[in-house]
């Protein structure tokens, strides 16, 4: 079945150190999108990209950034993780069309210490 | 499990009694529609969706209204179970891009 996955699911960091998740979807969908979800402000978007070699970033992008070299997969970095950059990371993916639903991960839970 | 939000409001209904959660958006020029459950622990998942040229949806058990006039959505759930007991998340699109902006959340318990 297709499917959605990241990894890690959980990872503990230390303040300044890269830190890469890896999102990997096998629907063969051209859009992908980064969402971080922390209490009291649902999830946000992060980066989101349309297709193989396009990257956007979204409402709270400062700090991390995507590359998209396949279709499969959207890893999101953290430059130099901050404690503010503490939060449940989930990936999701959609179809090429503008008005498509979109399927999650199952979400990487993050400490930056 | 995680919490997603200990102040989300929260809806108590009886198992078996019809649950509804309720959702206003703000821009009159959404026009695609969807609501997720979110388990503890695990990633949204789709329920239903609409599009603005509806008014009403039902799937199994699930049925989503929309009234454009003053911009709120709901999501009705017939007969509810134990296994109903999530966050829902109103999610609406906006424009031709294929971002959508996610509400913050109602915490559904549902008590036996």
């Known amino acids: 079945d297709a499917e959605i996955t990241q990894s890690p699911r959980h990872k503990i960091t230390e303040t300044g150190r890269q830190v890469t998740l890896a999102c990997h979807q096998t629907w063969n969908h051209n859009n992908m999108f980064w969402y971080r979800q922390d209490l009291g402000h649902g999830l946000r978007l992060i980066h989101y990209s349309y297709g193989v070699q396009d990257t956007n970033k979204g409402e709270v992008s400062d700090g991390y950034s995507v590359s998209r070299s396949n279709t499969e997969d959207l890893p999101l970095t953290l430059e130099s993780a901050a404690s503010s950059q503490t939060s449940v990371y989930f990936c999701a993916s959609s179809e090429s069309s503008h008005k498509e639903t979109q399927y999650f991960g199952p979400g990487t839970r993050l400490l930056v210490l | 499990g995680e919490s997603v939000g200990l102040h989300l409001p929260t809806l108590s209904v009886q198992e078996g009694d019809n649950s509804i959660i309720n959702c206003a958006y703000s821009?009159?020029?959404?026009?695609?529609f969807i609501w997720y459950k979110q388990e503890s622990g695990k990633g949204p998942q789709f329920i239903i969706d609409?599009?603005?040229?509806?008014d009403k949806r039902q799937g199994q058990r699930v049925t989503v209204l929309l009234n454009k006039t003053v911009k709120h959505l709901s999501l009705q759930i017939a007969a509810t179970q134990p296994g109903d007991s999530a966050v829902y998340f109103c999610a609406e699109n906006t424009g031709t891009a294929s971002k959508l902006t996610f509400g913050t959340g109602t915490r559904l318990q549902v008590t036996l």
């Open positions: 609409i599009r603005s040229n509806m």
């Open positions: 821009n009159s020029a959404s026009d695609y």
